[in-house]
């Protein structure tokens, strides 16, 4: 079992704080390793809803529809039908790293604790149809 798969292990579903030294290359392929889909959002790019959105769409890769608006986003995000699913069954999942999403959090806490919900609201969606989905906040070291 990878380190990673530990940690997806132990968090669940949902969205969880974690800190961790590994280098997002590192993560990239212990969640390939084990059959998860990683994207990474770029906290430092997002510092304000509009740019958080855009991250968001770039990270995930949002068809040319996205509407960036929060409904928007929950509506890709409960979708990510472009993106290669994981094996149903397989215990794989779709994994986000929010990497340093602080500067985010400090500059627009509203907004910030709407992404939240709309990535919680997500794996709650994702459990219904027995896909892991799970966000993992790592914080400014």
Not at 73 to 90: H, I, N, R, Y
Request: aromatic share 12%; proline share 6%; with cysteine.
């Amino acid at each position: 079992m990878t380190a990673l798969a530990h940690v997806l292990g132990e968090a669940g579903p949902g969205v969880h704080v974690w800190h961790s030294q590994r280098t997002l290359s590192r993560i990239r392929a212990e969640a390939e390793e084990i059959g998860w889909r990683c994207v990474v959002v770029d906290g430092p790019a997002a510092t304000d809803k509009a740019s958080f959105l855009d991250e968001c769409e770039r990270a995930y890769r949002f068809p040319d529809y996205f509407g960036h608006n929060w409904d928007a986003l929950a509506d890709c995000l409960f979708d990510l039908s472009w993106l290669p699913p994981p094996e149903v069954g397989t215990g794989a999942g779709i994994l986000t790293v929010f990497e340093h999403g602080d500067a985010f959090a400090r500059a627009d806490l509203d907004a910030y604790d709407m992404a939240l919900e709309i990535w919680q609201e997500a794996a709650e969606a994702w459990r219904r149809i027995g896909v892991p989905f799970t966000v993992l906040l790592r914080p400014e070291a």
